[in-house]
Structure formats: C-alpha cells, structure tokens
C-alpha cells in the first residue's frame, strides 16, 4: 500500500441508524456496496488502489457488518435508504456508485431513486430481478442457507456450500466470508431473500447516468445475467474479468480497480 493511503474507518449517526463505512483518499467519491452477507471489508484492497485518485468509501449495509440492523422487513429499498442516509450524513452530495452481488441491485435502487446523485454506476456480478428471477428463487433455498445446530456443523456446512465457488489456494478469502457470515447470524440470508422480492424491471428504465457492467466468468450465478442485463441498459458498457469469481472484488483487486477507474475517468 503506498504511503497516505492508509484506510479509515467510521461510525456516524444518520436517519437510517447507525451506519459503519471506511474510506481511502480524497476527491471526487465512489461508494462501494457489498454482497450478502459481507461487510466493507470485501472491498479492503480495492479502496487503497482506487483511493490513489478518488475518495473511496464502502459502507456495511443495513444489517450487515457494524451498521444497525433495520426496522421492518429487509428489502431493497431499505437498503438504498441507508445508502443515501449515508450519503447525508458525510455531506456527499453527488457520487458514483459501485455495487457487487447484492450491492448492484441496492445500487440499482439507489440510482433509480435519486437520479441526481449518482455520477456513474457499476454493476459488478449482478443479477437481472425479473418476473422469471423472482419465480425461480420464490421459496428456494439460497447459497447460504443452513439449519443453526448445537454442535457448530451448520459452520462446516456453510463453509462447503461457499467453497466450490471460491478459487482453490485462497482459504483467506472464505475465512473473510465467513468472519462476516457469522456476524450477520440468522441474517446471513436477508438479502438474498430481498433480492428475490426486487422488481428491477420496473427500476432500470429510470436509471439516467453511464452504467458498466462487471462480468466474472466464473460466476454460475451471475454470469448468466450479464448479456441480459446488458439487453436492459442498453447505452451500458460491459468488461469481464477472467478468472472472476463470486468473491471477485477480494479475489481480483488489481483488476477490479482498474476496471472502475477506468470507467470513472473515462
């Protein structure tokens, strides 16, 4: 990491409760969304790189990682209320957002609500929520779904479903999942469930500022979404990143910083 580029982290009281957020560098800013069910810190090597140019900061959604849990059910649009709560509360009035997983679809959200605030937008690994998403995930079981048990082994279960999809020779990156999947606790599945309740096909024709598209081939559940997705937004702009896993921003770094930085200045 080079010098000044250290990262800093915050707790700070907004209209959505308390929110917990880190940040690197200063100047024009990008706000980075996680996946269900991470924190900030899926993003802890990428907010050195893009700090270099830009102020970059990435909260834990509602529920999730230090931030309070809501009031009420989780859904989407909960979510991007504590995005701006956020945004409110640090005085950034204008910025680009960049969502991974779960994190696109709030940032989706996000834009489509407050079109005047949001710069640019990535989408990375991210899902297309319509009718025929919700009808396959209505009721199904997600990724993370495990039965709590006195003996611990719904840990090691946890840990299995995740493991097929992590890249082999980097135990470090599931253990950080799971470091924030025990956090969340019987959370762990909220925005999954969200997720599969979204009506995003009602949400994107509002969006009106340039969209990237992140696409991770190695993905078998957001992949697929890509070249639809891509159908929907149809001024966006797309970038795959081989080799690109579901834990893509911590996987990839390097390359995912880049891809954003390139977009953002460009």
Known sequence: MRAGMSITRHFIATAAGVLHYAESGE????????QTPRSWDEFREVL????????????????????????????????????????????LERTSLVGHHTGGVIAVEVAATAPGRVQRLVLSSTPLVDAEF?????????????????????????????QPHYPDGRPDLLERFMVDALRAGDRAEAGHTAVARYRMEERLPLLRCPVLLIGAPEDPFAYPHLARLAARIPSSRTIEIPGGRIPLPDQCPEAFAAAVLGFLEN
């Open 134 to 162: 919700r009808r396959r995930h209505r009721g199904a079981p997600s990724i993370d779904s495990v039965v709590r048990s006195r003996d611990g082994s719904h840990v090691l279960q946890l840990w299995r479903q995740r």
């Open 48 to 91: 050195p790189l893009v700090g270099r140019r830009r102020r970059a900061i990435a909260m834990d959604t509602l529920g999730f990682g230090d931030s309070d849990r809501p009031e009420g059910p989780d859904t989407i649009e909960r979510y991007a209320q504590g995005v701006l709560a956020l945004l409110d509360a640090i005085g």
């Open 27 to 34: 100047g024009a800013g990008v706000l980075f969304i996680h």
